[in-house]
C-alpha cells in the first residue's frame, strides 16, 4: 500500500509507552463543581453514536450509524429531536461543528471513486470526500481549491467555515513514488473558498477551529513530516505558536479569547498529552491519575477545556478542566443510572459537554449532552505512570477512531494496492 506518512503520525505510531509528568496530573478533588445532568442522544438507529459540537443554544452535531451499521449520517440533534442530514450522494457523512443559527459543517463522501483511490473522509470507501454545509434544510457542498477532495471542520457564528482542500498541484516534498495533491488550509466565506498562508516551507496544512473573530489555529507542515508547525491565522497572516518544551502541538480548539486548546507529543514518541495555549504559553494539563495520555479537543469562552484522558490501553474516560484542575466527567454525574461518559468533544459557554457515551468492553456507543443542573432546561436538554509498552497499531486505531477526519488527512493518506 502506497501511503502518505508525515509528522504527526509518524511520531504517534512510534509509540512504545507514554510518560506524563507526575506533578502534572490534577484531579482537583478539593475543587467546587457543579452536578451534570446528562442526556443520551443515542443513535440513527444502529449501535454507535457520538456528538461532536455543541452551540451555545444547546443544539447538538454529530455522527451515528443507522440500523445495520453499515454506513453513518451526520446529525442534528435540537430540541429534543435528532434530524438525519443524510449525504451529498455517497455512504457516510460526518457532522463536525455549528453554529447559533444551527448552521452545520462537515463531511460527506459521494458516488464517485477517488481517482488516486484515496481514503480522504477516513470512511473505508475510497469514494471523493467533501466538505459541506447544512442550512435551511438542506446539505450543500463547498468547493476545493481544484483537487478532488476537501474537508470542513468549523463555522463561527459569522458563517465562516475552516478546513482544507485538495488543489490540482502535486505536493513535491512527498517521497518519490507517492504522488498527491497538496492539501491547503482553507476558509469559505459565503461559499467562495479562501487559502491561507502557511509557515515557510510547509506546502500544506488543515484549519481545525475559528472563533467568532475569525482568528483560526491548525498546523501546517510537508509531506514527509520534516517540518511540521502549530499555527494561528488572523488577519492574513500564520503565526507559529511554537512548542512545549520541546513538544509539538496539535491545537484542536480556540474560544474567544485567543486561547487554544489541543494535544501535544514528543518527536520519540514518548508524550501526549492536553495542553492550553495562552499570551503565548502553552501549559501541559497533564492527565487523570494514573493514565497514560490526555486530548484536550474543546474550549468555552470561560477557559473551560474538555477532552479525554487515557491508559495505556486505551479505555478513557472524559474530563472537565477548570480553576487549573482536570476532573472526571463521571465524578460529576451523581445519578447511578447514567452511561458511562467516554469521550469529551466540546464545551459551550454555559458549560454544556457534548461526547459519547460507552458501554464499556464493547462497540456500543451514544451520543451525550451533559448540562449543568443549574442550567439544566434553560438551552437544549428540556500525569500518570508510564505503561509498560503500548502497541503502535493500538495507537493507530485509537487516534483514528477518535478524531477521525482530523486523523486521516492530512496526517495519514493511503491508496489501495494497484
Same mark, same amino acid.
Given at each position: 500500500?502506497?501511503?502518505?506518512?508525515?509528522?504527526?503520525?509518524?511520531?504517534?505510531?512510534?509509540? !512504545?509507552?507514554?510518560?506524563?509528568? !507526575?506533578?502534572?496530573?490534577?484531579?482537583?478533588?478539593?475543587?467546587?463543581?457543579?452536578?451534570?445532568?446528562?442526556?443520551?442522544?443515542?443513535?440513527?438507529?444502529?449501535?454507535?453514536?457520538?456528538?461532536?459540537? &455543541?452551540?451555545?443554544?444547546?443544539? !447538538?452535531?454529530?455522527?451515528?450509524?443507522?440500523?445495520?451499521?453499515?454506513?453513518?449520517?451526520?446529525?442534528?440533534?435540537?430540541?429534543?429531536?435528532?434530524?438525519?442530514?443524510?449525504?451529498?450522494?455517497?455512504?457516510?457523512?460526518?457532522?463536525?461543528?455549528?453554529?447559533?443559527?444551527?448552521?452545520?459543517?462537515?463531511?460527506?463522501?459521494?458516488?464517485?471513486?477517488?481517482?488516486?483511490?484515496?481514503?480522504?473522509?477516513?470512511?473505508?470507501?475510497?469514494?471523493?470526500?467533501?466538505?459541506?454545509?447544512?442550512?435551511?434544510?438542506?446539505? &450543500?457542498?463547498?468547493?476545493?481549491?481544484?483537487?478532488?477532495?476537501?474537508?470542513?471542520?468549523?463555522?463561527?457564528?459569522?458563517? %465562516?467555515?475552516?478546513?482544507?482542500?485538495?488543489?490540482? /498541484?502535486?505536493?513535491?516534498?512527498? @517521497?518519490?513514488?507517492?504522488?498527491?495533491?497538496?492539501?491547503?488550509?482553507?476558509?469559505?466565506?459565503?461559499?467562495?473558498?479562501?487559502?491561507?498562508?502557511?509557515?515557510?516551507?510547509?506546502?500544506?496544512?488543515?484549519?481545525?477551529?475559528?472563533?467568532?473573530?475569525?482568528?483560526?489555529?491548525?498546523? /501546517?507542515?510537508?509531506?514527509?513530516?520534516?517540518?511540521?508547525?502549530?499555527?494561528?491565522?488572523?488577519?492574513?497572516?500564520?503565526?507559529?505558536?511554537?512548542?512545549?518544551?520541546?513538544?509539538?502541538?496539535?491545537?484542536?480548539?480556540?474560544?474567544?479569547?485567543?486561547?487554544?486548546?489541543?494535544?501535544?507529543?514528543?518527536?520519540?514518541?514518548?508524550?501526549?498529552?492536553?495542553?492550553?495555549?495562552?499570551?503565548?504559553?502553552?501549559?501541559?494539563?497533564?492527565?487523570?491519575?494514573?493514565?497514560?495520555?490526555?486530548?484536550?479537543?474543546?474550549?468555552?469562552?470561560?477557559?473551560?477545556?474538555?477532552?479525554?484522558?487515557?491508559?495505556?490501553?486505551?479505555?478513557?474516560?472524559?474530563?472537565?478542566?477548570?480553576?487549573?484542575?482536570?476532573? @472526571?466527567?463521571?465524578?460529576?454525574?451523581?445519578?447511578?443510572?447514567?452511561?458511562?461518559?467516554?469521550?469529551?468533544?466540546?464545551?459551550?459557554?454555559?458549560?454544556?459537554?457534548?461526547?459519547?457515551?460507552? !458501554?464499556?468492553?464493547?462497540?456500543?456507543?451514544?451520543?451525550?449532552?451533559?448540562?449543568?443542573?443549574?442550567?439544566?432546561?434553560?438551552?437544549?436538554?428540556?500525569?500518570?505512570?508510564?505503561?509498560?509498552?503500548?502497541?503502535? @497499531?493500538?495507537?493507530?486505531?485509537?487516534?483514528? %477512531?477518535?478524531?477521525?477526519?482530523?486523523?486521516?488527512?492530512?496526517?495519514?493518506?493511503?491508496?489501495?494496492?494497484?
Amino acid at each position: 500500500m502506497k501511503s502518505r506518512t508525515l509528522a504527526w503520525i509518524t511520531t504517534i505510531t512510534l509509540l !512504545v509507552g507514554l510518560a506524563i509528568p !507526575v506533578g502534572m496530573a490534577t484531579q482537583g478533588q478539593n475543587q467546587q463543581h457543579n452536578d451534570y445532568v446528562i442526556v443520551d442522544l443515542g443513535t440513527l438507529g444502529g449501535t454507535f453514536g457520538e456528538a461532536n459540537a &455543541v452551540s451555545n443554544k444547546g443544539s !447538538v452535531a454529530g455522527d451515528a450509524t443507522l440500523f445495520g451499521d453499515t454506513v453513518r449520517h451526520a446529525f442534528l440533534w435540537r430540541k429534543g429531536l435528532t434530524r438525519d442530514l443524510d449525504t451529498l450522494g455517497g455512504l457516510n457523512s460526518r457532522a463536525t461543528s455549528l453554529n447559533e443559527e444551527d448552521e452545520v459543517t462537515g463531511i460527506s463522501d459521494i458516488s464517485t471513486p477517488d481517482p488516486l483511490g484515496e481514503d480522504f473522509c477516513g470512511f473505508g470507501t475510497n469514494l471523493v470526500c467533501l466538505p459541506f454545509i447544512w442550512q435551511n434544510g438542506t446539505m &450543500v457542498p463547498l468547493p476545493t481549491l481544484g483537487g478532488s477532495n476537501g474537508q470542513a471542520f468549523a463555522i463561527n457564528s459569522r458563517g %465562516q467555515v475552516a478546513g482544507m482542500a485538495e488543489t490540482e /498541484t502535486l505536493d513535491a516534498t512527498c @517521497e518519490s513514488g507517492s504522488e498527491f495533491p497538496q492539501v491547503e488550509p482553507v476558509l469559505w466565506e459565503k461559499g467562495e473558498i479562501h487559502r491561507l498562508p502557511t509557515i515557510a516551507g510547509d506546502p500544506d496544512g488543515a484549519v481545525h477551529a475559528i472563533n467568532d473573530n475569525g482568528q483560526a489555529v491548525g498546523n /501546517t507542515l510537508d509531506c514527509t513530516g520534516s517540518s511540521f508547525h502549530a499555527v494561528r491565522w488572523q488577519h492574513g497572516k500564520a503565526i507559529d505558536l511554537g512548542s512545549l518544551d520541546g513538544l509539538l502541538l496539535a491545537p484542536q480548539a480556540i474560544n474567544s479569547r485567543g486561547q487554544v486548546a489541543g494535544f501535544a507529543f514528543s518527536p520519540d514518541g514518548s508524550v501526549l498529552v492536553a495542553f492550553l495555549w495562552q499570551n503565548g504559553v502553552a501549559t501541559n494539563l497533564g492527565t487523570l491519575p494514573p493514565d497514560a495520555f490526555s486530548l484536550a479537543l474543546g474550549i468555552n469562552d470561560k477557559g473551560q477545556i474538555v477532552g479525554d484522558s487515557c491508559d495505556a490501553d486505551f479505555s478513557c474516560r472524559a474530563f472537565l478542566w477548570q480553576n487549573g484542575a482536570m476532573t @472526571e466527567l463521571n465524578d460529576l454525574v451523581h445519578n447511578p443510572n447514567a452511561p458511562f461518559l467516554e469521550n469529551g468533544n466540546s464545551i459551550n459557554s454555559l458549560g454544556q459537554i457534548a461526547g459519547k457515551t460507552t !458501554v464499556q468492553g464493547t462497540p456500543i456507543a451514544d451520543a451525550f449532552l451533559a448540562t449543568p443542573r443549574h442550567c439544566e432546561g434553560t438551552h437544549g436538554t428540556g500525569a500518570g505512570e508510564r505503561p509498560k509498552g503500548v502497541s503502535p @497499531e493500538k495507537v493507530r486505531r485509537m487516534l483514528r %477512531q477518535r478524531l477521525g477526519s482530523r486523523y486521516q488527512i492530512p496526517f495519514h493518506r493511503s491508496k489501495p494496492r494497484n
